[in-house]
């Protein structure tokens, strides 16, 4: 009966593990590229999908080259609070507020695509960028399951 349920330990635990995939959660890599590297790839991801003029991809590359940095800091500031042993969830008014900073900034960077951007380029952007926030407020959900 042990080896039995041992044995069946050892098969869900392969299966767990097989699940979740060799860079589980680290958006293929891009951890580790610096901001200026990371707004590089986005703004020749971009430049293929609209075909932008030079002037429009040095535009773009400032703009994801302040985006990467922001994200950077975020991130390395959330590792630092995480490092600490004190580490109390926020309040209902500290999320308000990080959420009120997070969107007045996705308002700001879409009046500079819009700025940028040609109005057919502006519109082919928005389709494919509001898609990938579609799809990507799906992603990992069901890591969480059960977690809270």
């Known amino acids: 009966?042990?080896?039995?349920?041992?044995?069946?330990?050892?098969?869900?635990?392969?299966?767990?593990?097989?699940?979740?995939?060799?860079?589980?959660?680290?958006?293929?890599?891009?951890?580790?590229?610096?901001?200026e590297q990371m707004a590089t790839l986005q703004t020749k991801k971009l430049t293929?999908?609209?075909?932008?003029?030079?002037s429009q991809q040095e535009a773009v590359q400032q703009l994801h080259?302040?985006?990467a940095k922001l994200r950077k800091e975020k991130m390395e500031k959330i590792k630092?609070?995480?490092?600490?042993?004190?580490?109390?969830?926020?309040?209902?008014e500290e999320r308000f507020a990080m959420q009120n900073e997070r969107l007045d900034h996705m308002i700001s960077q879409k009046e500079k695509m819009k700025k940028?951007?040609?109005?057919?380029?502006?519109?082919?952007?928005?389709?494919?960028?509001?898609?990938?926030?579609?799809?990507?407020?799906?992603?990992?959900k069901h890591?969480?399951?059960g977690k809270r």
């Open 65 to 67: 080259l302040e985006n």
């Open 116 to 140: 940028i951007l040609s109005p057919e380029q502006y519109e082919k952007w928005e389709k494919g960028h509001n898609q990938k926030r579609k799809h990507g407020d799906r992603r990992g």
């Open 48 to 54: 293929l999908a609209l075909d932008l003029t030079k």
């Open 143 to 145: 890591e969480h399951r």
């Open 80 to 92: 630092a609070d995480r490092a600490g042993e004190e580490r109390q969830k926020p309040s209902s």
């Open 1 to 35: 009966m042990k080896k039995v349920l041992i044995a069946m330990l050892v098969m869900a635990s392969f299966s767990a593990m097989a699940q979740k995939g060799p860079h589980h959660g680290e958006r293929h890599g891009m951890k580790d590229l610096s901001p």
